[in-house]
Protein backbone atom coordinates (compact mmCIF):
# COMPACT_ATOMS: atom_id res chain seq x y z
CA UNK A 1 0.00 0.00 0.00
CA UNK A 2 1.46 3.50 -1.26
CA UNK A 3 1.94 6.05 1.60
CA UNK A 4 1.02 9.64 0.64
CA UNK A 5 3.73 11.95 0.63
CA UNK A 6 3.27 15.67 0.96
CA UNK A 7 6.24 18.03 0.88
CA UNK A 8 6.01 21.10 2.73
CA UNK A 9 8.21 24.75 1.97
CA UNK A 10 9.69 25.59 5.26
CA UNK A 11 11.66 28.48 5.96
CA UNK A 12 15.49 26.86 5.16
CA UNK A 13 14.35 24.34 2.70
CA UNK A 14 12.03 21.86 1.87
CA UNK A 15 10.76 18.46 3.85
CA UNK A 16 8.75 15.73 2.91
CA UNK A 17 6.42 13.91 5.65
CA UNK A 18 4.96 10.83 4.46
CA UNK A 19 1.37 10.96 5.35
CA UNK A 20 1.56 14.39 7.06
CA UNK A 21 -0.38 17.18 5.43
CA UNK A 22 2.29 20.21 6.61
CA UNK A 23 1.00 19.80 9.56
CA UNK A 24 3.99 22.31 11.50
CA UNK A 25 4.05 25.01 8.50
CA UNK A 26 0.24 26.03 9.10
CA UNK A 27 0.63 25.57 12.69
CA UNK A 28 3.43 28.33 12.30
CA UNK A 29 1.56 30.89 10.08
CA UNK A 30 -2.07 29.83 12.55
CA UNK A 31 -0.02 31.65 15.17
CA UNK A 32 1.17 34.26 13.36
CA UNK A 33 -0.85 37.85 14.26
CA UNK A 34 -1.68 40.84 12.70
CA UNK A 35 -4.42 43.00 12.48
CA UNK A 36 -6.05 43.26 9.40
CA UNK A 37 -7.21 40.70 7.32
CA UNK A 38 -9.67 39.92 3.92
CA UNK A 39 -11.93 37.35 2.98
CA UNK A 40 -14.12 36.92 -0.26
CA UNK A 41 -17.76 36.64 0.00
CA UNK A 42 -19.66 35.04 -2.72
CA UNK A 43 -23.86 36.22 -2.67
CA UNK A 44 -24.99 32.44 -3.70
CA UNK A 45 -23.30 31.14 -0.83
CA UNK A 46 -23.74 33.87 1.53
CA UNK A 47 -26.52 34.23 4.23
CA UNK A 48 -28.97 36.60 2.82
CA UNK A 49 -27.98 39.16 6.10
CA UNK A 50 -24.14 38.55 5.79
CA UNK A 51 -23.64 42.26 6.03
CA UNK A 52 -25.67 42.77 8.92
CA UNK A 53 -24.24 39.94 10.63
CA UNK A 54 -21.05 41.33 9.96
CA UNK A 55 -22.18 44.73 11.04
CA UNK A 56 -22.92 43.00 14.48
CA UNK A 57 -19.54 41.76 15.14
CA UNK A 58 -18.65 45.30 16.13
CA UNK A 59 -15.31 45.30 14.06
CA UNK A 60 -14.47 48.21 11.40
CA UNK A 61 -14.53 47.12 8.25
CA UNK A 62 -15.11 47.40 5.24
CA UNK A 63 -17.07 45.81 2.10
CA UNK A 64 -16.52 46.47 -1.56
CA UNK A 65 -18.97 47.29 -4.39
CA UNK A 66 -20.25 44.00 -5.79
CA UNK A 67 -17.48 42.77 -8.25
CA UNK A 68 -20.12 41.59 -11.15
CA UNK A 69 -17.70 42.69 -13.86
CA UNK A 70 -14.06 41.09 -13.46
CA UNK A 71 -12.56 38.88 -16.41
CA UNK A 72 -10.81 35.99 -15.75
CA UNK A 73 -7.60 35.32 -17.78
CA UNK A 74 -9.50 33.36 -20.09
CA UNK A 75 -11.92 36.00 -20.79
CA UNK A 76 -14.78 34.32 -19.24
CA UNK A 77 -16.55 36.38 -16.16
CA UNK A 78 -15.83 35.63 -13.02
CA UNK A 79 -18.59 34.93 -10.47
CA UNK A 80 -20.18 37.89 -8.51
CA UNK A 81 -18.41 38.35 -5.44
CA UNK A 82 -17.52 41.36 -2.54
CA UNK A 83 -14.27 41.33 -1.51
CA UNK A 84 -14.48 42.13 2.98
CA UNK A 85 -11.53 43.86 5.05
CA UNK A 86 -11.69 43.68 8.65
CA UNK A 87 -9.71 45.84 10.96
CA UNK A 88 -9.47 44.46 14.38
CA UNK A 89 -8.22 47.06 17.18
CA UNK A 90 -5.47 44.23 18.29
CA UNK A 91 -3.54 41.72 16.72
CA UNK A 92 -5.35 38.09 15.80
CA UNK A 93 -4.61 35.14 14.52
CA UNK A 94 -6.18 33.79 11.17
CA UNK A 95 -8.30 31.01 13.03
CA UNK A 96 -9.83 33.79 15.20
CA UNK A 97 -10.31 36.22 11.86
CA UNK A 98 -11.84 33.02 10.26
CA UNK A 99 -14.47 32.97 13.14
CA UNK A 100 -15.80 36.05 11.85
CA UNK A 101 -15.77 35.32 8.24
CA UNK A 102 -17.47 32.06 8.82
CA UNK A 103 -20.45 33.82 10.29
CA UNK A 104 -20.68 35.49 6.70
CA UNK A 105 -19.83 32.38 4.41
CA UNK A 106 -16.30 34.02 3.94
CA UNK A 107 -14.10 31.79 1.57
CA UNK A 108 -10.48 32.29 2.40
CA UNK A 109 -9.04 33.68 5.15
CA UNK A 110 -6.03 36.09 4.02
CA UNK A 111 -3.89 38.96 6.37
CA UNK A 112 -3.38 42.51 4.85
CA UNK A 113 0.25 43.41 4.10
CA UNK A 114 -1.57 47.10 3.51
CA UNK A 115 -4.66 48.36 4.81
CA UNK A 116 -4.49 51.47 1.99
CA UNK A 117 -3.57 49.30 -0.75
CA UNK A 118 -6.27 46.77 -0.11
CA UNK A 119 -8.88 49.52 1.08
CA UNK A 120 -7.73 50.87 -3.13
CA UNK A 121 -8.06 47.52 -4.43
CA UNK A 122 -11.62 46.82 -3.28
CA UNK A 123 -12.35 49.30 -5.91
CA UNK A 124 -9.48 49.11 -8.27
CA UNK A 125 -8.49 51.96 -8.20
CA UNK A 126 -4.76 50.85 -8.78
CA UNK A 127 -5.46 48.49 -11.21
CA UNK A 128 -5.72 49.57 -14.96
CA UNK A 129 -6.47 46.55 -16.46
CA UNK A 130 -9.20 45.44 -13.95
CA UNK A 131 -12.79 47.17 -14.29
CA UNK A 132 -13.30 50.42 -11.74
CA UNK A 133 -16.50 50.29 -8.94
CA UNK A 134 -18.03 53.26 -7.30
CA UNK A 135 -16.44 54.37 -4.62
CA UNK A 136 -19.83 55.68 -3.14
CA UNK A 137 -20.70 51.86 -3.47
CA UNK A 138 -18.45 50.54 -0.34
CA UNK A 139 -19.96 50.12 2.64
CA UNK A 140 -17.89 51.28 5.95
CA UNK A 141 -18.85 49.81 8.63
CA UNK A 142 -17.91 50.37 12.44
CA UNK A 143 -16.56 53.65 12.41
CA UNK A 144 -14.31 52.38 9.41
CA UNK A 145 -14.11 55.80 6.51
CA UNK A 146 -13.23 54.59 3.95
CA UNK A 147 -12.60 58.09 1.89
CA UNK A 148 -9.87 58.98 4.95
CA UNK A 149 -8.50 55.53 4.34
CA UNK A 150 -7.77 55.69 0.45
CA UNK A 151 -6.06 59.40 0.75
CA UNK A 152 -4.09 58.28 3.76
CA UNK A 153 -0.10 58.63 2.48
CA UNK A 154 1.51 55.70 1.24
CA UNK A 155 5.09 56.16 3.11
CA UNK A 156 6.41 58.45 5.64
CA UNK A 157 8.14 59.74 3.26
CA UNK A 158 4.94 61.05 1.25
CA UNK A 159 3.22 62.10 4.51
CA UNK A 160 6.02 64.29 5.30
CA UNK A 161 6.08 65.84 2.09
CA UNK A 162 2.74 66.64 2.43
CA UNK A 163 3.06 68.25 5.22
CA UNK A 164 5.68 70.60 3.98
CA UNK A 165 3.28 71.54 1.94
CA UNK A 166 0.18 71.97 3.82
CA UNK A 167 2.51 74.46 6.21
CA UNK A 168 4.04 76.42 3.65
CA UNK A 169 0.16 76.77 1.88
CA UNK A 170 -0.65 77.79 5.42
CA UNK A 171 1.84 79.81 6.65
CA UNK A 172 1.68 77.34 9.43
CA UNK A 173 5.24 77.70 11.90
CA UNK A 174 3.94 76.01 14.65
CA UNK A 175 4.42 72.18 15.55
CA UNK A 176 2.09 71.97 17.93
CA UNK A 177 -0.45 74.16 15.22
CA UNK A 178 0.48 71.61 12.91
CA UNK A 179 0.30 68.24 15.60
CA UNK A 180 -3.37 69.64 16.46
CA UNK A 181 -4.21 69.67 12.82
CA UNK A 182 -3.05 66.51 12.22
CA UNK A 183 -5.08 64.46 14.77
CA UNK A 184 -8.08 65.75 14.06
CA UNK A 185 -7.72 66.08 10.23
CA UNK A 186 -5.14 63.79 9.39
CA UNK A 187 -4.42 60.34 11.17
CA UNK A 188 -1.58 59.31 8.70
CA UNK A 189 0.29 62.32 9.67
CA UNK A 190 -0.44 62.15 13.38
CA UNK A 191 0.69 58.38 12.96
CA UNK A 192 4.05 59.98 11.44
CA UNK A 193 4.58 62.60 14.13
CA UNK A 194 4.32 60.40 16.90
CA UNK A 195 6.52 57.75 15.72
CA UNK A 196 9.17 59.46 13.98
CA UNK A 197 8.38 62.49 11.95
CA UNK A 198 8.90 64.90 14.65
CA UNK A 199 12.45 65.64 14.28
CA UNK A 200 12.21 66.71 10.36
CA UNK A 201 9.20 68.56 11.04
CA UNK A 202 10.46 70.55 13.94
CA UNK A 203 13.50 70.95 12.41
CA UNK A 204 11.81 72.52 9.59
CA UNK A 205 9.28 74.55 11.22
CA UNK A 206 12.31 76.29 13.16
CA UNK A 207 14.18 76.77 9.54
CA UNK A 208 11.23 78.46 8.00
CA UNK A 209 10.55 80.77 11.34
CA UNK A 210 14.11 81.40 11.33
CA UNK A 211 13.91 82.68 7.42
CA UNK A 212 10.45 84.55 7.77
CA UNK A 213 11.85 86.40 10.56
CA UNK A 214 15.01 87.88 8.75
CA UNK A 215 13.04 88.28 5.86
CA UNK A 216 10.98 90.83 8.09
CA UNK A 217 13.80 91.51 9.78
CA UNK A 218 15.52 92.80 6.62
CA UNK A 219 12.47 94.55 5.16
CA UNK A 220 12.00 96.40 8.38
CA UNK A 221 15.97 97.77 8.12
Known sequence: ?????????????????????????????????????????????????????????????????????????????????FHVMVMFDGVKTQEQARE???LIGGVGVEPIKSVRAYARYLCHLDNPDKMKYKIDDVLSLSGADY????????????????????????RIDSYAELLLYAKDNRVDWFHVLCDNGTVTMVQFLKSRYWEIHKRY???MN
Open 100 to 102: VFD
Open 217 to 219: TED
Open 147 to 170: NTMISLASDKYSAIGEMIDFCIQN
Open 1 to 81: MERSVTTCILQGGTTTHPGEHCSMYRGKMEKKRTRNYSTVVYPESAPENWQMILEEQCVPAFVSPIHNKDINSDGDLKKEH
